[in-house]
C-alpha cells in the first residue's frame, strides 16, 4: 500500500481535532486549545497536547449510543472481561473493512482460497468485520460458527475442504487438542491467519507439528476493537512485526515505549491518542517488499502490575513462564487469593500432564520475580502454591480469549 502523505494526513489530522472540540467524547480533552490555533495551517501539531487515554467504558456512552440510529455496535471485553462498546457508522465500519481486507490479502489470502472461520458474528465479536473484510480478497468463506468441539471443526474443515484457517489463537485449542489424540493431521492447511491475540512460539511450534505441512505459513493482522485495523503483515515481515494502515490510522510510540493510535476517519466515537496497552518500537524501512508504510515491531503488551502483598508487582513473568514450559493458556491459571492468614497468594493451576514438572516450575517462579521471592521470604506473601487444573479453573471473555490472570480476592 502506498503511505499516505504528509500534507493528507496533517489535513485529517486538523479536521479530526476540529471535530472533537465539539464532540461530546472527546471535548474536554481539548479544552485547553483555542479554537484559533486550531484553524492554523500547522494545527495538526495540536495533537500532541492532547493527553493520551485509554478508551473509555461504556456507562458514559450509554446516552451518546441511544442518539445514534445508523449504526453498528461491537463490544470489546479484552483481558478483563468487562464488555466496553464501540458504535460506528455502517461507512465507518466499511471503511476499516476495506482495509482489514488488505491485511487478508496481505498475509497470503487469494481469491482461490477456501477460508475457514471459527467464531460467529455478535454483539461481543468483530466477526462481521472479518467476514466483510474477507469478501475482498474474493475467497470463498466457510463459517464454521464455534470453536469448543474439536471433532466438529475438523470434520467441516476436511468435509469442505479448508486451506486456510482465520482464527484467533485461544480457538485453535480444541482443534489441536483433538488432532493430537486422534493422531490425524491438516496436511491440505496451507496458510493460519491470526488476530486479536498475539501467537505464542509454543503455539506456533504445535501448529508445525501436528498439521503435518511443513510448508504451512503463519501469518497475522494487527487490531483492536477500540480503534480498528493498524497493521498488516508482507511476506518480509518478522513475528510480531506489522506495516501501519497510514491511510487510516496515525500511529506513535510514547517515550515509555507505548503505542497510541489515532484513528484518521471515526467521527461518530473518535479515536484520539489511544494508548493501545501495547509496547512497541518502530521497525527498519524501507521493507523489502517496496512498501514504505512505516513499521512497527510490538514488543509484548505494556507493563501490568497488579497490587500483591501491598505493593505493585509486574505480572507479565506468567507469559514467560508459560513460554518456557510450553504451557498453553487452556492448560494454565494464575489465581490471586487471599490465603487464610489473610495474607495474598497466588495459586497456579496447571494441567495434570505437567506434574512432573511442577518442582521444577516452583524452581523457576522462585528465580524469576525477585520482588515476590522476598515478600514470600519476610511472610508478607504466602508461598506460591501449585495445583491440578480444573476445568472449573479456566475463564474466557465473552469472545472466547482465556484471562490467564484472575484476581479472585474479596
Ligand atoms: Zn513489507
Request: net charge positive; aromatic share 6%.
Amino acid at each position: 500500500m502506498y503511505p499516505i502523505s504528509q500534507q493528507n494526513r496533517n489535513e485529517l489530522l486538523r479536521e479530526l481535532l476540529l471535530h472533537c472540540t465539539k464532540h461530546p467524547l472527546t471535548k474536554k480533552r481539548l479544552a485547553g486549545i483555542p479554537l484559533s490555533e486550531l484553524h492554523q495551517p500547522d494545527s495538526h501539531k495540536l495533537l500532541q497536547q492532547v493527553i493520551p487515554k485509554h478508551s473509555e467504558c461504556h456507562h458514559k456512552f450509554t446516552k451518546l449510543i441511544k442518539q445514534n440510529t445508523s449504526s453498528i455496535m461491537f463490544s470489546t471485553s479484552g483481558s478483563t472481561g468487562k464488555e466496553k462498546y464501540i458504535a460506528l457508522s455502517f461507512e465507518e465500519m466499511l471503511e476499516n473493512t476495506r482495509h482489514h481486507g488488505f491485511a487478508y490479502q496481505a498475509a497470503g489470502i487469494t481469491r482461490s482460497d477456501r477460508v475457514a472461520t471459527f467464531g460467529m458474528p455478535s454483539l461481543l465479536t468483530s466477526e462481521l468485520t472479518v467476514h466483510l473484510a474477507l469478501a475482498n480478497t474474493g475467497c470463498q468463506i466457510l463459517p464454521i460458527g464455534q470453536a469448543t468441539c474439536g471433532a466438529t471443526i475438523f470434520r467441516l474443515i476436511s468435509e469442505l475442504h479448508a486451506n486456510v484457517l482465520l482464527v484467533m489463537p485461544s480457538d485453535l485449542h480444541s482443534l489441536l487438542d483433538y488432532m493430537e489424540e486422534e493422531k490425524y493431521c491438516l496436511p491440505q492447511i496451507r496458510l493460519i491467519v491470526t488476530g486479536g491475540e498475539k501467537l505464542q512460539q509454543s503455539l506456533k511450534r504445535r501448529i508445525m507439528q501436528l498439521c503435518g505441512n511443513a510448508q504451512l505459513k503463519l501469518s497475522s493482522t494487527f487490531q483492536t476493537a477500540d480503534t480498528g485495523t493498524i497493521g498488516y503483515q508482507c511476506r518480509y515481515c518478522v513475528d510480531n512485526e506489522y506495516h501501519i494502515q497510514e491511510k487510516l490510522q496515525y500511529a506513535e510510540i510514547l517515550a515509555s515505549g507505548e503505542l497510541v493510535i489515532t484513528n484518521l476517519k471515526r467521527r461518530q466515537m473518535p479515536v484520539l491518542r489511544i494508548l493501545t496497552g501495547d509496547q512497541a518500537i518502530w521497525s527498519g524501512t524501507p521493507c523489502l517488499c517496496g512498501d514504505q508504510t512505516a513499521k512497527i515491531l510490538l514488543k509484548g503488551r505494556a507493563a501490568q502490575n497488579t497490587k500483591i502483598g501491598g505493593e505493585k508487582i509486574p505480572i507479565d513473568f506468567f507469559d514467560r513462564l508459560m513460554e518456557s514450559f510450553s504451557l498453553h493458556p487452556h492448560q494454565f491459571a494464575v489465581h490471586i487469593v487471599t490465603h487464610d492468614s489473610g495474607r495474598d497468594q497466588i495459586c497456579l493451576k496447571i494441567h495434570d500432564r505437567y506434574r512432573s514438572q511442577f518442582r521444577k516450575i516452583q524452581a523457576w517462579l522462585l528465580n524469576h520475580n525477585s520482588l515476590l521471592r522476598e515478600k514470600i521470604a519476610v511472610h508478607l506473601v504466602e508461598p506460591y502454591k501449585i495445583d491440578i487444573l480444573q476445568a472449573h479453573d479456566l475463564k474466557r471473555t465473552k469472545s472466547g480469549k482465556f484471562i490467564t490472570i484472575q484476581d479472585n480476592r474479596p
